[in-house]
């Protein structure tokens, strides 16, 4: 049984105490920096500064989870990534028991992976990737460190995505794909071909009609 830590007080963090509840492992306290604290207590756990996190729970019994949701393309997920590294934290990975995988899966740390997905054989998962619920990764998919897949995610085989990119909801990625660094898909995308380095998609929203709910049922 592994005791983490978890840095962050916000809804991502409790999400993840509750997940891990799942496991077999324990979460002992939450963490984040002192001038964030507004309570000392979050879900029945301590709430301790990370600045002085190791002289309670030092490293080397204690693994650490950074649970910050997507933001500055997760530069401020991967800055306190690798504070709590240079602390000696291992950082903690949970792969949920009702995600499928299969053998010659990689996967490195300060991942967490929900419920019911399904990770085909040959996928590696870089350091520092969050993803959601009811996603399918093909085959021989390499995703860059510092991703967030949100859910519902379709990416086909042979992908190779880069570093800090975020993919919305219900996103579709054709095989063979070439994703660049710190790229934006964003909900109900379908990509079929090669995107650069810090390129933005995004699909047209639903379009409004001029009709009442009241009158539906004269137009559709």
């Known amino acids: 049984m592994k005791k983490v830590v978890i840095f962050g007080t916000g809804e991502l963090a409790q999400r993840i105490f509750f997940y891990l509840k799942d496991s077999d492992d324990q979460v002992i306290a939450f963490c984040a920096n002192k001038s964030k604290i507004d ?27 950074i649970a910050l949701a997507y933001s500055e393309m997760n530069k401020k997920r991967t800055k306190f990534f690798n504070e709590a590294k240079n602390k000696g934290y291992e950082l903690y990975s949970f792969v ?3 995600t499928k995988i299969w053998d010659e899966f990689e996967m490195g740390e300060n991942c967490f992976i929900l419920a019911n997905n399904v990770i085909q054989p040959f996928v590696k998962i870089g350091n520092n990737v969050l993803i959601g619920s009811n996603n399918l990764i093909s085959h ?3 995703i860059g460190d510092n991703c967030f897949i949100t859910s519902n995610v379709t990416m086909g085989g042979h992908i190779t995505m880069g570093k800090n990119c975020f993919v919305g909801l219900s996103a579709t990625i054709n095989q063979r794909i070439k994703i660049g660094d710190e790229c934006i898909i964003g909900a109900g995308t379908i990509i079929t071909k090669d995107i650069n380095d810090k390129e933005v998609y995004a699909e047209n929203s ?12 004269d137009i559709i």
């Open 39 to 65: 309570k000392e207590e979050l879900l029945g756990l301590p709430v301790i500064a990370f600045e002085n996190i190791e002289e309670k729970f030092p490293p080397t019994e204690f693994s650490m989870f």
């Open 96 to 98: 949920h028991p009702s």
């Open 140 to 142: 021989n998919t390499t």
């Open 206 to 217: 639903s379009k409004k009609l001029p009709q009442s709910s009241e009158h539906i049922g």
